[in-house]
């Protein structure tokens, strides 16, 4: 079994920023590729970023410009440096771990962590 546990949300006013941490832990012998979620009221949850373990990076349109995915493979760590934060940033974010294998010959499975709130406000 898998765990994935973020940190970093809160309340921030709008032009400003905050980091967002996933770490996974449990039993891991690769992630493909690790993404950050986001699910505000009354919408369906959309990607917000994602990392795969060779690199290769996906934004939303939206965040393209302010947002930043980075990843420690070594830690199963993913981050996402947020900066001009707007109120229309507020949302659940959710980190997602997709192709997560626990031993080379394992199939991929994927997880979810339990959200993290951030709200964008004055």
């Known amino acids: 079994q898998v765990q994935l546990v973020e940190s970093g949300g809160g309340l921030v006013q709008p032009g400003g920023s905050l980091r967002l941490s996933c770490a996974a832990s449990?039993?891991?012998?690769?992630?493909?590729?690790m993404a950050w979620y986001r699910q505000a009221p009354g919408k369906q949850r959309e990607l917000v970023a994602s990392k795969t373990s060779g690199g290769s990076t996906n934004y939303a349109d939206s965040v393209k410009g302010r947002f930043a995915v980075s990843r420690d493979n070594a830690k199963n760590t993913v981050y996402l440096q947020m900066n001009s934060l707007q109120p229309e940033d507020t949302a659940v974010y959710y980190c997602?771990?997709?192709?997560?294998?626990?031993?080379?010959?394992?199939?991929?499975?994927?997880?979810w962590g339990q959200g993290t709130q951030v709200t964008v406000s004055s």
């Open positions: 997602n771990a997709d192709r997560v294998r626990a031993t080379m010959f394992s199939p991929g499975r994927e997880y």
């Open positions: 449990g039993s891991i012998f690769s992630i493909h590729a």
